[in-house]
């Protein structure tokens, strides 16, 4: 795969190529990838042998001889041996900001820890921690909300004086100590009005928090610097290149998060691009006006390779803590559990005429909506309210998304194809752990078509893949994902074939952010981003695609991520 050849003078960069029938001289060529078998996901998803790339775009695609006509005395010639290679890889959802930031700088553990494990683990990061500084960190089970196995005592017994906030492996919910409550001021009296704040038998805040009240809570927390969001905005592009992937959205951005991704860029030149999608109405470590306020000045933080016309709304929870608003009741055992109505649904986090007027509102402004919604009570408000919008403003080119579509009801199937609304998945759902058996006891047989990927496709829908890291997922490595995809663990019914598993991750990704003719497939014309993998993954034991590895990135004709040699 190291071969490389330098172009003579005998290969003329003026040789003639027949495009549409008419002559052309071939541009000279800045790097020709040669003897690869390059799937390109085009249209017709054609394999060609070799590409040539100038000013970070394709200008050739197709056998070695034709290419080859690209080379002047200039141009670098890469033999790649054989390889496979595909597009730059797209994770259509993920939490990359806040998950490195977990890693580097917060109190990291596994959602596979024990209480007695997180009890260690905060017990450590306390001892080098200032007095009384915050402990941020997590990610532990979301099982463990109402099992009885964690409360505040336990963090208080390592931490009676720093504060501590632990998230959840969903992403939504929150574990504290007293001090933290403290801090929030969350006391019995606050508990009594707020049913997102847990209680124990006394009425009095037990450590749990729920959605708003986690949300809440996290605007008490000091602020990183400037600085360290840079530090994490280099570190995730960096993880991202070695797994293979060129673009990745960030699925709930707020302003620290979007200006670091814009400096560094300004500054430094990413080496991936990201798709921001700003936090809009949520309850998230951010008021409503400070959300709404970094949309509007959106253009302020956008650049060559950060992109800011998107907004993300959170319509419901999650099942497993019983805030994903459903068309049926949740399961009986677990709506005893928390002491609730057998006739218990869940609900949503806004009215249906605040997510209808919103999705007018910012569609109005050229924004692309993400909205978040896990039940099928909140996939049909969220449907409604595209299809509102649609009929308010007309089609536009804003190719809209339903986060995680984890439970779609049967009428809803088709809806997606006729609204143009992609649904964004993420496979670790459907992978066995411990949030997959919190979804078992929340909502039972429903589960087994969670979310419903070949339902969907066969009617017709975009689907677009999402790690949703760091919420239940274990990394950003999409080769596990797509391998999951092919043979689902939970629902194998709903497994779909590897080439549109593969279209997922590329050209199903790509047109959520409306960049099809840019990114998403190997085509003359855009943006040069490749991965070359380890193996044949169209011609491996499904096992084998989970043990994929990218010997060599490229973003924008540049390689970014060059494996070590073996």
Not at 107 to 116: L, V, Y
Not at 474 to 495: C, D, T
């Amino acid at each position: 795969m190291h071969t490389v050849l330098r172009a003579t003078s005998a290969v003329l960069a003026l040789a003639g190529l027949c495009l549409g029938g008419v002559a052309t001289a071939a541009p000279g060529a800045d790097t020709i990838y040669l003897n690869a078998r390059i799937h390109t996901q085009d249209d017709d998803r054609s394999i060609a042998q070799a590409v040539a790339i100038a000013n970070g775009r394709f200008i050739a695609v197709g056998d070695s001889e034709a290419v080859r006509k690209h080379a002047d005395d200039d141009t670098r010639i890469v033999d790649l041996g054989g390889s496979t290679v595909v597009p730059g890889i797209i994770d259509g959802h993920g939490h990359y900001v806040r998950g490195f930031k977990r890693q580097l700088f917060s109190c990291d553990f596994s959602s596979s820890a024990t209480p007695d494990e997180i009890s260690e683990r905060v017990a450590g990061c306390v001892a080098d921690a200032k007095p009384g500084e915050w402990v941020v960190g997590g990610a532990w089970a979301s099982a463990y909300a109402d099992s009885g196995k964690i409360d505040k005592k336990r963090l208080d017994a390592v931490s009676p004086d720093n504060p501590v906030y632990l998230l959840d492996d969903t992403g939504h919910n929150g574990y504290v100590n007293s001090k933290a409550l403290q801090a929030a001021g969350f006391d019995k009296e606050r508990a009594a009005g707020m049913a997102a704040i847990q209680t124990d038998a006394h009425g009095e805040p037990n450590g749990i928090l729920f959605e708003q009240a986690a949300g809440e809570l996290t605007r008490t927390i000091p602020p990183m610097s400037d600085a360290k969001y840079q530090q994490t905005v280099r570190h995730a592009v960096d993880e991202a290149n070695r797994f293979g992937i060129t673009t990745f959205v960030e699925a709930r951005t707020d302003r620290p998060t979007v200006r670091a991704y814009h400096d560094v860029d300004r500054n430094d030149g990413l080496h991936a691009r990201v798709a921001t999608f700003l936090q809009y109405d949520t309850d998230f470590n951010e008021t409503a006006a400070e959300q709404r306020k970094t949309l509007a000045d959106r253009a302020r933080y956008r650049s060559d390779n950060v992109h800011t016309d998107f907004a993300k709304l959170y319509l419901d929870g999650v099942p497993p803590a019983l805030t994903a608003s459903l068309l049926e009741p949740y399961e009986a055992g677990a709506l005893e559990a928390k002491g609730l109505p057998a006739d218990y649904e869940g609900e949503l986090r806004m009215t249906a005429d605040a997510i209808t007027q919103d999705a007018i509102e910012l569609a109005r402004q050229g924004v692309t909506v993400k909205m978040h919604a896990t039940g099928d009570g909140s996939v049909r408000a969220a449907l409604d309210a595209f299809e509102a919008a649609r009929e308010a403003i007309g089609a536009r080119e804003l190719h809209h998304s339903i986060a995680h579509a984890s439970v779609v009801d049967e009428a809803d199937l088709t809806r997606f194809a006729e609204l143009d609304v992609a649904a964004d998945v993420a496979p670790p759902l459907w992978i066995r752990g411990p949030y997959s058996s919190a979804m078992r006891n929340a909502i039972g047989h429903r589960y087994d078509k969670t979310p419903p990927t070949k339902e969907l496709l066969d009617a017709g829908a975009v689907i677009a893949y999402g790690s949703d890291w760091p919420s239940i997922s274990s990394s950003i490595n999409p080769w596990p994902h797509l391998a999951s995809m092919v043979e689902r663990e939970i629902g194998p019914e709903e497994s779909i074939s590897l080439q549109a598993a593969m279209d997922t991750m590329t050209r199903g990704a790509a047109y959520t952010l409306n960049l099809s003719d840019q990114i998403g497939s190997i085509e003359v014309g855009k943006s040069a981003d490749l991965v070359v993998l380890d193996r044949n993954i169209f011609d491996v034991p499904n096992a084998e695609i989970a043990q994929t590895k990218a010997l060599r990135t490229v973003f924008r004709g540049k390689t970014v991520y060059e494996a070590e040699p073996r």
